[in-house]
């Protein structure tokens, strides 16, 4: 009977050891400066460099934690579906080192997983969303369904046996009208060509799958959104985001004129600045 017992017990201990690194898997993430945490998100495909010049910044007042998520850059992919691992295993490493009153910063798919935290748990003191929607795919795809989002659609076994050259000039024009500047789109390009390819074609699906625009109304938080307005204008993008985060009962939207999607690269200065002011409450 005891041997069985410390058998039952070794087992379990297996279990555990084998269950703890598996969930951080989902992402690698570096530690930079020391005060009050900040997680850095970023967008889809990218790497956390491409928060850099902005935690340049950050980091001499806060605890920036910067999130590469696995599948892209040099992190190993997990398996499927994506979008629910990375979250669960956000959600372990913040209870796991008490980043409970931690503030997220998300660009883009990354803003878009701070909000789909802070609709399931009070874990964050504020969000801070850039240029991130509540249900990509709604604005994407007509008679958008969250369920018709599927891995198997022949979209998806297109790029999946593409090949490289043809990936690349895809992912060339993709990336031409993110941001303004011609390195940083040749950036994006090689972030796009670095993902796994099945984590390029399913974790977007898993992505276009997630609609929170009911959702959004359990954020009490406060909530402030930077937006690019180039190439729609100010009006269309400001018509965009009253529709998608209709059901937040109190959010700050705020214009990066003339800025295309990666508002990090397109205005970095102001960008730092309107952080700091929203992490300060001097707004």
């Not at 930079?32 to 491409?50: H, I, S």
């Not at 660009?107 to 969000?127: C, D, I, W, Y």
């Not at 799958?209 to 993008?237: C, N, W, Y």
Request: aromatic share 12%; glycine share 6%; hydrophobic share 45%.
């Amino acid at each position: 009977m005891k041997n069985s017992k410390n058998l039952v017990l070794l087992l379990l201990l297996l279990v555990i050891s084998v269950k703890a690194p598996a969930q951080r898997e989902a992402f690698e993430v570096r530690v930079k400066g020391a005060g009050e945490p900040l997680l850095f998100f970023p967008g889809f495909a990218c790497t956390d460099e491409v928060w850099d010049e902005i935690v340049t910044e950050l980091s001499k007042k806060y605890e920036c934690h910067v999130f590469t998520f696995a599948g892209f850059g040099n992190v190993p992919p997990v398996a499927f579906p994506w979008y629910p691992k990375v979250e669960e295993a956000i959600l372990d490493y913040i209870k796991s080192n008490n980043l409970e009153n931690a503030v997220p910063i998300g660009h883009s798919l990354g803003g878009t997983l701070a909000l789909s935290l802070a609709t399931r748990e009070n874990v964050f003191e504020k969000l801070i969303i850039v240029d991130a929607l509540t249900a990509t795919g709604a604005l994407m795809i007509p008679n958008y369904k969250s369920e018709h989002m599927v891995y198997d659609s022949p979209y998806n076994n297109q790029i999946l046996t593409m090949g490289e050259g043809d990936f690349r000039a895809m992912a060339t024009q993709m990336a031409s009208g993110m941001t303004l500047h011609q390195e940083k789109k040749d950036q994006i390009v090689d972030w796009m060509l670095m993902a796994d390819r099945k984590t390029y074609v399913y974790g977007y699906t898993d992505y276009l799958k997630v609609d929170l625009r009911k959702a959004v109304s359990a954020i009490q938080i406060p909530v402030t959104i930077f937006a690019a307005t180039h190439p729609f204008g100010k009006e269309m993008v400001k018509k965009t985001y009253e529709e998608q985060y209709k059901k937040l009962a109190d959010y700050d939207l705020r214009f990066a004129e003339g800025s295309a999607h990666f508002i990090m690269y397109d205005k970095p200065k102001w960008l730092v600045e309107q952080l700091i002011a929203v992490l300060t409450n001097n707004e």
